[in-house]
């Protein structure tokens, strides 16, 4: 009964040292992948308050001038609409703000698209990257655990 405890014991020895070696091989991978990869919150915050940053930050420079461009545009079109129809001294002026509330509405809808598609474009920047890494195809869950072979690495 010792000699069956004993070589069980020298069985798990033997194997979690060499899980242990392997997985040392493999942190090397991961420690490479977190410090090169992208953060998609940074990223919505980033475009959030500068447009187009966040996908001047995931790496995407084209759509980062256009969102950037359209925003400012809206941005710029809502605000001049706005003080052209701020008429204190001026009863007999007619107030029209169709054009502010088409911008503004406009310039809304582009700010959720941006927001979503931003963090669309870290995953797949951190997706690529894991690619290149690792050298086979690995699962992201929530844009921060890697999954390999199965099993999750933080």
């Known amino acids: 009964m010792i000699k069956v405890k004993l070589f069980i014991i ?11 070696c392997a997985q040392e091989i493999d942190t090397t991978f991961v420690k490479k992948y977190y410090s090169l990869k992208k953060d998609p919150i940074k990223a919505t915050i980033l475009s959030f308050f500068f447009p187009g940053s966040g996908h001047v930050y995931a790496g995407n420079w084209k759509k980062a001038l256009i969102l950037g461009s359209a925003e400012s545009v809206f941005g710029y079109i809502t605000f001049k609409e706005y003080l052209n129809n701020f008429h204190i001294f001026d009863p007999d002026f007619e107030e029209n703000y169709t054009i502010f509330y088409s911008a503004l509405m406009a310039g809304l809808c582009l700010k959720i698209y941006e927001l979503a598609s931003v963090n669309d474009e870290v995953g797949e920047y951190n997706k690529e990257l894991a690619q290149l890494i690792f050298g086979k195809p690995i699962e992201i869950k929530n844009n921060y655990l890697l999954v390999i072979d199965g099993q999750v690495v933080f």
């Not at 020298?10 to 242990?20: A, C, G, L, N």
């Open 10 to 20: 020298i069985i798990t020895i033997i194997f979690s040292s060499s899980i242990i």
